[in-house]
């Protein structure tokens, strides 16, 4: 148990320093200086942890009590801040960092909840919540709609599946093989969503037929008076 306890810290380490190098990196994007870069990411980086430690409602958020893991995700951000990359190269690095982050904290997330006592479904949400936190976080301190909520491939159905296979592996006796097959799955999976376009449907054309509706969106078509043109 000690040495999967270990392998966890590790990737969830690892998913902390990807985490941050992509906070970093939208940070850039938005012109943000060092020091925004360095918040951005790190929120990135350990949003998601946080959130799910805080949940669980076991002990201090790791993030907190684990020295490694704030210098990691300023490291991670930092490198965002200092490597300068070309825009096809990025997208690329971009999308591969986006599954691997997804896989190694959906992973972590649900062995955390498992050895927390916990049962298959909570592992499942918490392993979720852990992939998509630090990006949902990200987003909404920089006025963007979370990535999770759409208009990207296929980012949360990955990081449920992720989950629920490390859940199977586990009751199956097998957790190692959990690890390997949630992460080389979440980068297959992520990267053929990217490269397929594999969407969720999106909200059907529908607007409910009322009279309080239909008088709310005609009073949304139509421009207030300017007090001036009297």
Not at 202 to 217: D, K, M
Request: charged share 15%; glycine share 14%.
């Amino acid at each position: 148990m000690e040495a999967i306890n270990q392998a966890a810290r590790y990737l969830d380490l690892a998913g902390v320093f990807a985490a941050a190098v992509l906070g970093g990196a939208v940070g850039r994007s938005e012109r943000l200086d060092l020091f925004g870069i360095l918040v951005v990411g790190s929120i990135s980086g350990l949003g998601g942890g946080v959130v799910r430690d805080t949940l669980l409602q076991h002990g201090t958020p790791v993030a907190l009590t684990d020295y490694a893991y704030l210098p990691t995700a300023l490291a991670g951000a930092f490198v965002a801040f200092a490597v300068s990359i070309g825009a096809r190269a990025w997208d690329r690095l971009f999308t591969a960092l986006d599954a691997a982050v997804i896989g190694l904290w959906a992973v972590s997330g649900a062995q955390k909840t498992l050895a927390a006592g916990l049962g298959w479904l909570p592992a499942v949400l918490l392993g979720t919540t852990t992939a998509v936190g630090g990006g949902a976080l990200r987003d909404v301190l920089l006025r963007r709609v979370p990535a999770v909520f759409g208009g990207t491939p296929l980012y949360g159905t990955v990081a449920a599946a992720v989950a629920s296979t490390m859940v199977v592996c586990t009751y199956l006796g097998a957790p190692i093989a959990g690890f390997v097959i949630g992460v080389v799955g979440a980068l297959l999976f992520r990267l053929a969503a990217v490269k397929f376009g594999w969407n969720l449907p999106n909200g059907l054309e529908w607007q409910p037929h009322s009279r309080l509706a239909a008088a709310f969106r005609r009073r949304r078509r139509t421009p207030p008076e300017d007090p001036q043109s009297r």
